[in-house]
Nanobody, 120 residues
Framework: QVQLVESGGGLVQPGGSLRLSCAAT????????MGWYRQAPGKQRELVAA???????NYADSVKGRFTISRDNAKNTVYLQMNSLKPEDTAVYYC??????????????WGQGTQVTVSS
């Protein structure tokens, strides 16, 4: 079974930085794409950033220029570097991955979520 394990969330003051990590484990043949979503209280879950195995990236307009998504393919890990954090970035952040398993089955997986709180 494939599992996504997130880490790096926490409490930070406005203007501060955090780095989220998401490691995929299990019977993985290839990770086709990985990304980050977030969900704030009273709002729907939204895509924050995504990256493909080929290295292309995509960002929500609200975070472009402040957040950077990167990956370590050897470790099956994706990172989200968050700089210049704002209170409106407060949300639960979820890792997402499009993975083909060792059994040649392609599916989508979600991390457990990690809380990011930006407040003074």
């Amino acid at each position: 079974q494939v599992q996504l394990v997130e880490s790096g969330g926490g409490l930070v003051q406005p203007g501060g930085s955090l780095r989220l990590s998401c490691a995929a484990t299990g019977n993985i043949f290839v990770i086709n794409a990985m990304g980050w979503y977030r969900q704030a209280p009273g709002k729907q879950r939204e895509l924050v950033a995504a990256t493909t195995s080929g290295g292309s990236t995509n960002y929500a307009d609200s975070v472009k220029g402040r957040f950077t998504i990167s990956r370590d393919n050897a470790k099956n890990t994706v990172y989200l570097q968050m700089n210049s954090l704002k209170p409106e970035d407060t949300a639960v952040y979820y890792c997402n991955a499009d993975i083909t398993s060792s059994w040649n089955l392609r599916d989508e997986f979600w991390g457990q979520g990690t809380q990011v709180t930006v407040s003074s």
